[in-house]
Every structure is written in structure tokens, then in C-alpha cells.
């Protein structure tokens, strides 16, 4: 359809009015970032899966420009042009359109965001479970009346890959493909199958490093194919990364039950005041221990704002398709007939800002509402 | 019955190898108008329009329904019709104009053998290096594809409309996806191909509007297309 109708549009402003106020009245700053955001940010950030989805255009001056594909990014811009110390505490809420085109039948090409970003929060627990209970005040402010809340941590499973004994640079490897779920699994599976075994044509090559000095072995070998240095990367990076293939190779196998019991965690899914003792079964050490304990904090903190925690569902797995979150993640979903419809998340993402400039890494969390799909919900 | 459209590469090996197979099979080709027309007609066939087209504009002339069946190349089609699009179908694989997509990196880049390798580079280069690991090609949907399908997300894709293996010396790309048939234009750069690099092991071939592909004359000119070159 090219366009609303008065009536479709009245509709969805009454609706996001009733949104935004509940986000104003709890005190959080309505804000309006601009709507066409340099490309790069977007882009450098997010790579070319969002890049494939977001409208660019290029400037008269030759700079890359797109309609933001989403508010989050364009508000943390909007705070860094705006307030001098980036870690001060701000609480924005904003309420305007997105823009990415469609992946499914489902998504339209534009669409309005409502959502609220709080950063440089100082209780990051009682902050979690406010964004979340604000983003079901105003859903229920709006008129949704039935919906399931899933959340997922993030900090939960940072925590027991820290309690586990391996190098870091696997760990490294690993919380960076906890994002998908099948490399995941068979990275983990290398580890405890003997690191670097497979071979490939550069195994001669880490051989002869595993016998040498790295960067030794890499400076012979470029000059005596005559290898011009192109790409951007120095012998130095290069001698590195296959002095740790090699040290992969004599590294002692990662324990089968280690492995076993990150796959256990991440199979957990349940009621979510009721999961603790699944955590308890996994182990995990000190760091595990003290991530529990901050769960268990949240539980309080929601119950305190008149949450009921009983009602919620907790997937370890969840959120692995959401890559800039750092923590606590969550999801609301609307019941509909025969199934549901995704209207809203948010979660920690505590370092957007930083990667976007900050000198140091600023707590932020936030949520978003897909106001679109809330009022076909509602209609 | 209704004139078919049958769209051909206007020059290059493709027009070459097809004509001749189409020609052994008594179905030469009338170029219409001046000396190298872009229109023809077919001998032996009723009703059958030859249209002369570059390649890449084969594969969307079929896609928006201005052609019937058409010889592109498995690439370009791929790269331009979505996977799920169910207009156009691939009818006949034919056995000339093979060449593999391929993704190539420096040679000089002794630590990278795989996409996991490529994968692990491209993350941790935004750190190291400011911005996102860049990879010119002109396959841009087969490129994301293909990295979409081995998890790797962490670039940018650079578009590139000719000499695509020049990008890395000329700092441009680090990477590329290109065409290749003999890999000495890659060597010749100084570029290698991941072990598990191959994207697409492409050939010419006959697509064809789907909704046509029981008509007879369809049915003929693959036929004629399928014998050995």
C-alpha cells in the first residue's frame, strides 16, 4: 500500500503517543537524532549483512550517507555531538521512523521505532530491570495484553567461558562466535579434538614456524617468492597468527567435559525465576558464581517493580543473532493466533559507545518498540 | 502462437560456441538490419526472435519477462536472480564457458588458507586497522551469500566494475570475488584462492522464463544446445 490513510495514520499516532508518554513521564529526555546518518558508523559497525539492508546514498561531496537503519546508533551519535563527559548519565527516549529494506514479507521498508536508551547508569542491574519494565508499561499502555517475555544473558556465559581452563586466545575465538551457533559448535569441537589438526596448505608453513622464529620464517618466505605487501596487513600480524597455529598444535586438547558443560549451558532454556538450579548443575567456578549472583539481582530488581519473574522464560541461547549486545538481552513477543509477533527488545550493550568514540567503554541499555507490528497486533 | 524472445550473448566465446552448435543442429542465425544487427531470426524454428544482449543484461531482461529463454552465464544469472525467485529456472547446464568464482586473498598473506582464516582476520581488523576488512567484486548477492553461509560477516563489500584482481595493489580491497578460468590473471597479481574458496563452479547455460519451459520450441533449442561442442 503507498501510504496510510488519515484514519490508519491517526491510529498508529494515538498508539505510539500512548508509548512515548510512559517513557517521558519516567523522566527520560525525548530526543529527535537525525533521520540521515553518515553511512560509515552503520556500516563499520555492523558489516555487510545490515550494509545489504540499509538504503546508502552518496552525497554531492562524495561521503557515503544512509537513512538509519535502526535509532539505537543515531541516538549514541546524538549523545557524543551533544554532552561533553560521554559517561555522564542521560536517559533519551525517541520516537521516529527506520528505514531497511524488506528481508521478509513481514517487515515493511519503513517503519516507526519507539525506544529508549539509558546511559552511564550507575546501578547497572536496577537499570536492566527498569528498561524492562518500562518497555511493558508501554506496551500495556498501549493496549497489548497478551505477550511472552524471553530473556537470555550474555554476562552468564562470559562468565563460565572465563571459569573455563584454555587458552585466551580460544576463549577469544569462541565468545566471538558465540553469535553463530554452528561455528560455535564446531570451533569448540576443534579445541577438544587437538587444536589445529586439520590440515590445509599452509600446514607445511606452520610447521616450519613451530621450528623458527616466526616473523624470521614469514620475511624469508616473502622475499624469496619476490611476495609484494599488499592488503593492508605487516609481516609482524601475519608471523603472529601462524605463531599461534602452531602453538595450537602443541596445545593439551580442551577437556570433552569442559566443552560438554558449555554446550549444557547453552541448552538451558526455562521459567526464568525457577532456573538457578540448572545453573547450579552446570558448575562453573568463582566468575560463574558471581554471574548467578547478578541474575539473581535482576530476579529482585524486577519483582521490585512489580514484575513477575514466574511469568518470564530465560534461553542461555538467546540473543545470538543480535551482535552488539554485552549482557542482559530481552524480547517481548505479542500472542497472536497462531504464533507471535516479535513487537519489541533491548538489552546491554555496554560498548557501542566506545567503538563509536567514547574514550571509555559507558554503560547503556536500551529497548525498542517496532510500533508497526504492535498495531497490526492491536488492530 | 506467440513470438519467443530468446536472448544471446551479442559477441565474445559464448555467441561463438552457441552459434555453432545451433548451426550443426540446421538452426542458423539471420542477423536482422544493419551488418551486426541486435536482432535476429532463427532458421528452422517458426517464430522465434533471437535478441543480441551483453551477458549481464540477459539474466534481468529474463527476470522482467522481456525475454523468454536465453545463454548467460551461470554467474551472472545467480548474481542476479534472488535464489527463491521462481520465475526463472536454470534448464540446461552446456559445455562451454566454465570458470570458477572464487574468493582470493594476497599471496603475501602466509597465515590465510581458509574462510575460517578469513573469518578471524576479518574481525579482529576493524581493531587493528580502523575499518572493516573490504572485498571488491561486482558479485555482490553471490559474495554475501556465500560469506553469509560460512558466518562471516565482519566486511564491507566494495563494488567493482572491471579488473577486479588489481584492487589489493591498488589498496582498494584487500580481498576479491572474480571470475577465473586459469587462475594466471590471479597469479599474475599476486593473489591465491582460499582452499574452500570456490563459490560457484559456473559454465554457460540455457535459462528459461519458467511459465515456458514445456513449449516446443523450447524444448528444440535445448536439444540443439545439449550436444557436445
Known amino acids: ?379 | 502462437m506467440s513470438i519467443l524472445t530468446f536472448a544471446m550473448p551479442s559477441k565474445g566465446r559464448l555467441m561463438e560456441a552457441a552459434s555453432e552448435l545451433l548451426g550443426r543442429a540446421g538452426l542458423g542465425i539471420d542477423r536482422l538490419g544493419a551488418e551486426r544487427g541486435y536482432r535476429g531470426q532463427l532458421r528452422g524454428i517458426e517464430d522465434v526472435e533471437v535478441a543480441f544482449l551483453s551477458a549481464s543484461e540477459i539474466a534481468q531482461n529474463l527476470r522482467d519477462g522481456k525475454a523468454d529463454l536465453g545463454i548467460t552465464g551461470q554467474d551472472l544469472l545467480e548474481e542476479k536472480i534472488p535464489p527463491d525467485e521462481g520465475s526463472v529456472m536454470l534448464l540446461l547446464r552446456l559445455a562451454f564457458g566454465g570458470a570458477d568464482v572464487v574468493v582470493a586473498v594476497p599471496e603475501c598473506w602466509l597465515d590465510v588458507a581458509s574462510m575460517a582464516d578469513l573469518d578471524d582476520i576479518a574481525e579482529s581488523f576493524y581493531e587493528r586497522h580502523g575499518r572493516r576488512l573490504r572485498v571488491a567484486t561486482k558479485y555482490r548477492n553471490l559474495t554475501r551469500r556465500f560469506f553469509a553461509a560460512r558466518g562471516v560477516t565482519g566486511y564491507r563489500i566494495v563494488e567493482s566494475l572491471g579488473a577486479t584482481e588489481g584492487a589489493p595493489a591498488a589498496g582498494i580491497a584487500e580481498v576479491i570475488v572474480d571470475i577465473t578460468t586459469t587462475g594466471s590473471t590471479l597469479a599474475a597479481n599476486h593473489l591465491k584462492v582460499l582452499d574452500d574458496g570456490v563459490i560457484l563452479r559456473s559454465s554457460a547455460v540455457l535459462a528459461v522464463r519458467t511459465a515456458g519451459r514445456e513449449d516446443p520450441r523450447v524444448q528444440r533449442l535445448a536439444a540443439a544446445l545439449a550436444a557436445p561442442v
Open chain 1, 1 to 379: 500500500m503507498a501510504g496510510r490513510s488519515s484514519q490508519e495514520r491517526d491510529g498508529l499516532e494515538r498508539q505510539n503517543a500512548a508509548l512515548i508518554a510512559v517513557f517521558e513521564r519516567a523522566g527520560f529526555d525525548h530526543i529527535a537524532p537525525d533521520i540521515i546518518q553518515p553511512a560509515d558508523i552503520f556500516l563499520e559497525r555492523s558489516g555487510e549483512d545490515i550494509r545489504a539492508r540499509t538504503f546508502v546514498f552518496t552525497d554531492p561531496g562524495g561521503a557515503e550517507m544512509c537513512l538509519r537503519p535502526d535509532l539505537t546508533v543515531p541516538a549514541c551519535r546524538y549523545h557524543l555531538s551533544h554532552v561533553e563527559d560521554p559517561s555522564a548519565e542521560r536517559r533519551y527516549c525517541y520516537l521516529g521512523p527506520a528505514f531497511r529494506f524488506p528481508d521478509e514479507l513481514l517487515s515493511p521498508q519503513e517503519f516507526t521505532q519507539a525506544g529508549l536508551e539509558w546511559f552511564g547508569a550507575g546501578e547497572p542491574v536496577a537499570a536492566e530491570a527498569r528498561v524492562l519494565k518500562l518497555t511493558i508499561s508501554a506496551l500495556e499502555a498501549a493496549g497489548l495484553t497478551r505477550y511472552r517475555v524471553t530473556f537470555g544473558d550474555l554476562g552468564l556465559f562470559s562468565a563460565l567461558l572465563d571459569d573455563t581452563e584454555m587458552p585466551a586466545r580460544w576463549r577469544q575465538r569462541l565468545r566471538h562466535h558465540f553469535w553463530r551457533p554452528h561455528a560455535f559448535r564446531d570451533l569448540l569441537q576443534s579445541f577438544s579434538a587437538g587444536g589445529g589438526a586439520r590440515q590445509s596448505s599452509i600446514s607445511p608453513l606452520v610447521s616450519r614456524v613451530a621450528e623458527a622464529d616466526a616473523l624470521a620464517v614469514v620475511e624469508a618466505e616473502i622475499s624469496a617468492r619476490s611476495l609484494p605487501l599488499v592488503g593492508g596487513r605487516e609481516p609482524r600480524e601475519i608471523a603472529d597468527r601462524l605463531a599461534d597455529k602452531a602453538a595450537d598444535r602443541r596445545e593439551r586438547p580442551l577437556d570433552p567435559a569442559k566443552a560438554d558443560q558449555l554446550n549444557a549451558y547453552l541448552a538451558i532454556a526455562g521459567e526464568a525465576s525457577g532456573i538457578d538450579s540448572r545453573f547450579q548443575s552446570i558448575g562453573g567456578s568463582e566468575r560463574f558464581a558471581g554471574a548467578r549472583n547478578y541474575y539473581a539481582r535482576r530476579l529482585f530488581e524486577m519483582e521490585e517493580l512489580g514484575l513477575n519473574p514466574r511469568r518470564f522464560h530465560f534461553a542461555a541461547g538467546f540473543g545470538r543473532e543480535l551482535e552488539y549486545y554485552t549482557g542482559f538481552t530481552f524480547q517481548i513477543e505479542a500472542d497472536v493466533d497462531g504464533g507471535a509477533v516479535t513487537v519489541a527488545g533491548g538489552g546491554r550493550y555496554d560498548n557501542l559507545l566506545s567503538d563509536m568514540g567514547a574514550p571509555s567503554p559507558v554503560p547503556a541499555v536500551g529497548c525498542a518498540i517496532h510500533t508497526d507490528r504492535l498495531r497490526a497486533v492491536l488492530l
